[in-house]
């Protein structure tokens, strides 16, 4: 609702004793000669040496406020100008507009977060499918992070840290078993389809609470351990009905989930000073650097340089068509990565593990349609299943054990 004011800037002298009115209204004023007439904003309709200080009149919902304004200096000329402005939600309005402006930019990033990883695992899928190194695919996705980040510290799109040797130290067990999921997840994503990888990876809570309560002594409630049941089952069912089931992507599915996991426990065990803390994107960008240095001796010990024009040609591969999506995979995984830790500045842990379990379907449904994977009705129940669980351990994760009385 608009409410009106109304601003006097008086010009008008008002004389400061009490007037007596007649029986048919107000005295006149003596009128100046019309040489004493000015216009200030409006039509002077009296003049007089006298000043008063401005008042301001407001029609709010509960009535009119009127009072001397400070804010507007004492006019010098004669007349009155009377004012009316409609204040349209000016102040009232602000924190609403405020919060509709946090609530798009978060909606934004949830879609981006989603189409970015839906758009990796696409392109990714297809390189594998065609070139079959998981680890050169892995150094090129760690090689284009680190030109990003590089980039985006040289010409301050994001703050370059200062990291002391103690922080490299702490950071190290982190890039390594960063770099071993990744590279797991290649690996399975290479073997089977990425429907059945990303059922999998839905076990990933189950990992999270053993490792807690191996190597934090955080033991799950009750509620915790009884949202399990539904995603260990639901995996199993899955697996039984995969039709591109088999046990190196299985297994190597399974290993991505645990490296991925000890890496937040080694997060929370490690780098837990204040001195030594760093934001999420700061971290991400330095373990993306120090996975690079990590993985490009092994993968060209263990596969040898194959991702060379003249390697590719005497495979019978299309050069120009595997670099493009390697470079289009690569970025994805890095932007969903950056957006990833974006959302989780803004919102809770719960929200964002909400937000992921969502994300985890959008990318199953994806990829069975993109790729045309053949899903039994059974095996979809299983998948079904499972997300459900992930979902309801994101739910009861907020629930707090009821303290012990003495």
């Known amino acids: ?11 008008l002298s008002l ?6 009115l007649s029986a048919r209204g107000f005295n006149p004023l003596p009128v100046p000669p019309p040489a004493q007439h000015r216009f200030s904003n409006g039509p002077a309709l009296f003049a007089s040496t006298r000043r008063v200080s401005p008042i301001t009149c407001s029609l709010k919902q509960s009535g009119w406020i009127s009072g001397p304004n400070p804010a507007v200096p004492e006019p010098e000329s004669d007349g009155v100008v009377v004012r009316a402005t409609a ?34 695992n ?4 297809q390189v594998l499918k065609a070139f079959h190194y998981p680890m050169t695919v892995t150094l090129v996705q760690f090689a284009v992070g680190t030109v990003l980040v590089g980039f985006m510290w040289t010409f301050n799109l994001y703050k370059r840290p200062k990291i002391s ?4 130290a702490a950071i190290l067990p982190l890039a390594l078993v960063h770099t071993l999921g990744n590279l797991f997840t290649n690996m399975s994503l290479g073997k089977v389809a990425v429907s059945f990888t990303h ?3 839905a076990m990933e809570p189950f990992f999270s609470v053993v490792l807690s309560a191996m190597f934090l002594g955080e033991f799950p409630t009750p509620w915790v351990v009884s949202s399990l049941l539904p995603i260990v089952g639901g995996v199993a069912l899955a697996s039984m009905t995969e039709a591109s089931f088999n046990w190196a992507g299985f297994w190597s599915a399974m290993a991505s989930n645990l490296t991925n996991q000890s890496r937040n426990v080694l997060s929370k065990k490690f780098m837990v000073k204040k001195e030594e803390s760093l934001d999420n994107i700061t971290l991400f960008s330095i373990i993306t650097i120090m996975s690079l240095f990590l993985m490009a001796p092994v993968a060209i010990f263990v596969e040898g340089v194959k991702f060379t024009p003249s390697h590719l040609q005497a495979a019978g591969l299309n050069v120009k068509q595997l670099y493009t999506r390697s470079l289009l995979a690569a ?24 937000g992921n379990c969502v994300k985890r379907v959008v990318v199953i449904v994806t990829s069975v349609l993109f790729f045309r994977t053949p899903v039994s009705p059974i095996n ?8 459900a669980g992930v979902f309801l351990y994101s739910r009861v994760k907020r629930i707090k054990p009821k303290p012990k009385t003495a």
Request: aromatic content about 12%; some cysteine.
């Open 1 to 11: 609702m608009q409410s009106s004011a109304i601003a006097f800037s008086p010009s």
């Open 15 to 20: 004389s400061t004793s009490p007037r007596k």
């Open 87 to 120: 204040e349209t939600a000016g102040a009232a309005e602000a924190p609403g507009s405020k919060s509709f402006a946090d609530t798009l930019v978060l909606g934004s990033l949830f879609g981006l977060w989603y189409l970015f990883n839906i758009y990796f």
């Open 122 to 125: 696409i392109y990714n899928k």
């Open 165 to 168: 040797g103690g922080q490299l």
């Open 199 to 201: 059922t999998i990876k």
């Open 331 to 354: 970025l994805c995984f890095h932007a969903y990565q950056q957006v990833s830790y974006m959302i989780l500045q803004r919102v809770s842990p719960v929200t964002h593990s909400v």
């Open 380 to 387: 979809s129940l299983g998948t079904g299943i499972a997300l």
